[in-house]
Every structure is written in structure tokens, then in C-alpha cells.
């Protein structure tokens, strides 16, 4: 039903561009991936939008990594494998624990000013599930925008890395099961084939699946579907966290209000003004992400609002201002004084655990295929990402990529050939207006509950949108659409098999979490179907 290719294409007569190193997106995975390759190839690196758009960039909290004495690794290790709730992979968390603090130093090298105190130390904050101050952060609750600044302007720098704003990368090209470049869309509409001896997908997240999100419009899912078209292994992808607190107020769009502000001592409170997170965990409002937004839908229900509020009016004026300025500023562009006023709060989708399935080198199953950043499935994650781990990912396993793509053998001669899909459809869709539809329906039934009779609705529906809405295209919103649409198949389907809760996956008809049976991974792809796997884990 989903095609190999949703453009037609012709390699005898396609323009072709050729480098060493095709890196597509520009979030700190594609960035940084691409300043450490380009010390040794050539790069072209890709951005849909300008350089400085990526989902990166709306990162408030920071990045985790162990740099105070009273920390350790292991200490790391624990928090993020139990906020993974039994499915992280212990050997990519060993992985992120131990090398996160060198590259921590190589961003700081790179240009990034993160936050210090009078006496010069790195200013470290407390997120969620976290035991430890270990969050370094930048202009107080700014942290992604400061890291895209410093990398951006290296990237720009760099003689050898050639930087293709507004261009979309449409599909992974494959030859002999190996990936050979990638189908991309200019900014007139034009198409050209970008080979490359190694691809990196670095599109970052699916946020735009739902129709209340805190992710910018470019986070359409494009590479996990680019992946899963080209026979790439898709892992997890029923896992979505929906971050606990983004503003809900008449106006103006869901922003997100950092998990920081909890971390430096915010409590929630219903609309009765009760405080209510005791009653569900006993790290009260620094419990896991899943369980807080579980715990504040439940409030909501029992008091038939909307909304919870948060509320750190008992925090100085100044700490409030230094910590968070920007969410400060934009509060009040609403009326809302973080200083004085509760600031009403709803969840909303945020970030997704699973992605394109990699090993610890974040090479895919389709070789020469990279993932990093948010679109791959490393493991670290498991069924529920620890606060500001996302960052640190993003940069141990982009080096660990250019390592690895330094071992590859020259590319293959590509040999020419033509893609021409049959075309289920002659009608003319609004996909626009799809979009929508399926986010509602996403919203509805694969949201932060889920139930069996829900999720087979959804599922049905989405696949009779398929069986319509491939056809002929060639504007970029329509392609982001269907990779939308090819990613909520995957996320529904994975979301009904697993017939237990854990983690960013809830059932209400498997409310429990059953390690007997589930403690381990669907794994979806063209070649394979969907299958499970079982994975050796050393702790609990």
C-alpha cells in the first residue's frame, strides 16, 4: 500500500550532485555531524527551512551530562534507565553516560556559552527523574537556540560543507539494499539526485501528528518514513511523550513551559487550587514526564477543566527572571506575569522515543543509512526519555557515525534508473486539509490514553486515507503529509499490538505494565512486516 518512492524520478536524466557525506537536517544531530565529518569529507547538508530552523532550536530545558563531582555515570545510567521503564538498551545508555562529557566540551570548543555563576562555574539545574544537578543550560531557558547559534555559524564557516537552505529531501535512493543518496527537492521545485557515500537523517521528530504539539511545523516525520520506504527496520514508535506542561490559554499556541521551572521548584495545582501530585508519585511534580501528564489528564477529568495550573509565584522575582526569561517574556505578551500569576498548562505532544532502529554507531539496517538525533532509535530512550538526555544523544552518537562512516569502502559505481510508481488516485486531495483530519484522529484515539476499540478505528481510517492519498505530488506539503500519514500507520499499529501501559504507551484496557510478555520491541519494516524482538538487559 505505502509506495518505495512517493515521486517519480529518472537517474538517466536526473541532475545529479555527488559528495562524500549527505547530511539532511539541521537540529544540533545534522549540525554537529556534519562539523565532524566535513574534518575529513566533503558535506552537503540539507535544511528544509533556513539553518537556523530546526526543533533544536525551541530546546528550553538543556543537555545532561555528568560534569559536578557529586555526580558519576552510574548515576546517570540508573535515572535514565528507570525513567525508560524496562526498554532502554543498556549498552547505547553505557554509551551516552560515559562519552556524553567529551562532547559536552567539543560544543563548549564549537562556540556554545552556557550559563555560569559569579564564581565561573557551569550554572547546573534539576529536570524530571533526574537524582542530580546535571542539566547545563544556556540565557537561562534558551539553551537549543544558543547551541544552533554556535554550530550554525561554524557550519557556515566551514569551506567544505555546502549548506542547502530550503531544499527538501523527498526519498532515501537504494541499490543492492544499500543506500546511495537521496531524491531532493530544490527551492524552485526542482529535482536533483544527491549521491552520497553515506546518508545521515537528521529530520528530528514527528510532532506535527497530533494537533496540539510544542514542535515547530517542520517536525513532519520525514525521516522515519524516508527510512521505512527505503526497507529501513522502524522500532517503538507506539512511544510518544507528551510533554506535562505547554501554555493553554485563549490566543495563543502551545508553548512549552520548561520542565526546568518544575526543577527549580514549581508545584501544580488544579483548578481548585489544590495541589495534587503527592497523590500520584512520590517525586510529586519531578516524577517522570508520562506519569505527570497522566496525573494532571486525571485531575482535569475530575474537575472538568481544560487545564491544571503551574504555579512558582513562591520563587523570587529574580530567580524567576534570570531562569526563565523567554518563558517570562512570552507569558507576558498574554497578560500572564510568571512573578504573580499561576500559568495554566495542558500536555502536549513533545518528542518520540522510537524512530529508525540503529546500532550503537547509528548505522541502520539499510547500510550506508544513518540516523541521529530524535528520528533514530538508539535505545537510550526506552519507553520514556529522561529530561534532557535527547541533546546529549544527539552529539555521543553523531561522532560515533562519522567514525563509522570513516570506515566505509568507496560507494559503488550508482547505476542508472527510472522510479515510476503506479498512481492509486486521479483525484485531486486537499492535503492540507488531511492533515488535519489525521491529526484529530491521532489527537482522539493515539494520544496520551489509548483503548483497543479507539486505536482499530484510527488504524482503519488512516489506511483507507492511504489507499486515496497516494498519487501524484509535487509540492513540499504534500510530501510532508504523507510521510505523516506513512508514520501515524506505523505509530497506531505498533500502539495496538502492545497490549500493556508503560512509559509513553497507556492503555486503558492493559493498564499495567507486563514484563512477562512485553519487555521488549515491535519492529516494523517493508521487508520484514512487523515482528517483535527481545533484547538482553543486564539491569533492571
Same mark, same amino acid.
Given at each position: ?200 537523517l537528521a529530520t528530528g521528530g514527528a510532532g506535527q501528528l497530533y494537533r496540539y504539539t510544542t514542535n515547530p511545523d ?52 488544579n483548578t481548585s487550587g489544590e495541589r495534587f501530585m503527592e497523590k500520584y508519585h512520590p517525586q510529586k511534580e519531578l ?72 546500532? @550503537? !554507531?547509528?548505522?541502520?539496517? +539499510?547500510? %550506508?543509512?544513518?540516523?541521529?538525533? =530524535?528520528? $533514530?532509535?538508539? *535505545? ?104 505523516? @500519514? !506513512?508514520?501515524?500507520?506505523? +505509530?497506531? %499499529?505498533?500502539?495496538?499490538?502492545? =497490549?500493556? $501501559?508503560?512509559? *509513553? ?36
Amino acid at each position: 500500500m505505502i509506495p518505495r518512492y512517493i515521486v517519480d524520478f529518472d537517474l538517466h536524466t536526473l541532475p545529479r550532485v555527488k559528495t562524500d557525506v549527505a547530511v539532511i537536517g539541521a537540529g544540533i544531530a545534522g549540525l554537529y555531524t556534519a562539523l565532524q565529518a566535513s574534518e575529513y569529507a566533503d558535506v552537503v547538508l540539507i535544511s528544509k527551512k533556513g539553518l537556523d530552523d530546526s526543533n533544536t532550536r525551541w530546546a528550553q530545558g538543556g543537555i545532561a551530562a555528568v560534569t559536578a563531582k557529586s555526580d558519576s555515570p552510574a548515576l546517570h545510567r540508573q535515572d535514565t534507565l528507570i525513567a525508560g521503564a524496562g526498554l532502554c538498551s543498556y549498552a547505547a545508555v553505557e554509551v551516552l553516560v560515559h562519552e556524553g562529557p567529551e562532547r559536552l566540551k567539543e560544543l563548549i570548543a564549537y562556540g556554545t556559552k552556557f550559563d555560569k555563576d559569579a564564581q565561573g562555574r557551569y550554572e547546573l539545574t534539576k529536570e524530571g527523574a533526574h537524582s542530580k544537578r546535571r542539566i547545563l543550560h544556556a540565557h537561562g531557558d534558551a539553551t537549543g537556540a544558543e547551541i544552533v547559534r554556535a554550530l550554525s555559524a561554524r557550519v557556515r564557516d566551514q569551506a567544505n560543507i555546502t549548506v542547502l537552505e530550503n531544499h527538501f529531501a523527498i526519498d532515501v535512493v537504494t541499490q543492492d539494499g544499500e543506500c546511495v543518496g537521496v531524491i531532493v527537492q530544490n527551492q524552485e521545485g526542482g529535482l536533483f539526485f544527491l549521491e552520497s557515500n553515506a546518508t545521515v537523517l537528521a529530520t528530528g521528530g514527528a510532532g506535527q501528528l497530533y494537533r496540539y504539539t510544542t514542535n515547530p511545523d517542520i517536525a513532519t516525520a520525514d525521516g522515519i518514513a524516508m527510512a521505512y520506504r527505503a526497507g529501513a527496520r522502524i522500532k517503538d514508535v507506539e512511544f510518544i511523550q507528551f510533554h506535562p506542561t505547554a501554555l493553554y490559554y485563549p490566543g495563543a499556541p502551545r508553548f512549552l513551559i520548561s520542565e526546568a521551572v518544575r526543577g527549580e521548584g514549581a508545584i501544580l495545582r488544579n483548578t481548585s487550587g489544590e495541589r495534587f501530585m503527592e497523590k500520584y508519585h512520590p517525586q510529586k511534580e519531578l516524577a517522570p514526564r508520562d506519569v505527570v501528564a497522566r496525573a494532571i489528564v486525571s485531575e482535569m477529568e475530575k474537575t472538568h477543566s481544560s487545564y491544571v495550573y503551574l504555579d512558582i509565584t513562591h520563587e523570587s522575582e529574580e530567580l524567576i527572571k534570570h531562569r526563565f526569561p523567554t518563558i517570562y517574556r512570552f507569558c507576558l505578551q498574554y497578560g500572564l506575569d510568571m512573578v504573580t500569576d499561576w500559568i495554566p498548562v495542558a500536555p502536549a505532544c513533545h518528542y518520540i522515543m522510537g524512530g529508525v532502529q540503529t546500532d @550503537l !554507531n547509528g548505522e541502520t539496517s +539499510t547500510r %550506508r543509512l544513518f540516523a541521529c538525533g =530524535e528520528v $533514530s532509535c538508539t *535505545g537510550v530512550h526506552g519507553a520514556n526519555r529522561l529530561a534532557s538526555n535527547s541533546l546529549s544523544e544527539a552529539v555521543v552518537f553523531g561522532h560515533r557515525i562519522v567514525r563509522r562512516i570513516r570506515e566505509l569502502t568507496p560507494l559503488p559505481e550508482v547505476r542508472p534508473f527510472a522510479a515510476v510508481e503506479p498512481k492509486r488516485t486521479s483525484r485531486s486531495v486537499d492535503t492540507r486539509e488531511q492533515r488535519v483530519r489525521l491529526q484529530k484522529l491521532m489527537l482522539r484515539h493515539v494520544g496520551l490514553k489509548r483503548h483497543e476499540k479507539g486505536l482499530r478505528k484510527a488504524l482503519d481510517e488512516l489506511e483507507r486515507m492511504q489507499q486515496f492519498c497516494y498519487g501524484t505530488y509535487s509540492d513540499r506539503e504534500s510530501f510532508e503529509f504523507l510521510n505523516l @500519514l !506513512n508514520t501515524a500507520v506505523l +505509530t497506531t %499499529r505498533a500502539a495496538l499490538l502492545r =497490549e500493556e $501501559s508503560r512509559g *509513553g504507551h497507556y492503555r486503558i484496557d492493559f493498564p499495567n505494565k507486563d514484563d512477562l510478555i512485553w519487555r521488549k520491541h515491535i519492529i516494523q519494516s517493508i521487508g520484514e512486516g512487523v515482528r517483535e524482538e527481545s533484547e538482553q538487559y543486564d539491569v533492571e
